[in-house]
């Protein structure tokens, strides 16, 4: 699983930390990080964060 966010779109709100914060964490200037490859185990988070995100800004590709 890759997870790929269009950080053009992408602005900062935060939710998919809540949803996935194994995935997704907002670094000290609050801007978003994440790890692009996360185990296969936390794909039902990465997809909820996927849906909450208000600009849709993340993809999942196998």
């Known amino acids: 699983m890759k997870v790929v966010v269009d950080m053009n779109k992408c602005q900062d ?3 998919c930390v809540f949803a996935a914060p ?3 964490q907002l670094d000290d200037a609050g801007h978003l990080a994440y790890v692009a ?3 296969e185990s936390l794909r039902a988070d990465v997809e909820d964060a996927a849906d909450v995100c208000p600009l ?3 993809t999942i590709e196998d």
């Open 13 to 15: 709100h935060g939710q």
């Open 22 to 24: 194994d995935v997704f």
């Open 37 to 39: 490859e996360p185990d």
């Open 56 to 58: 849709q800004a993340i």
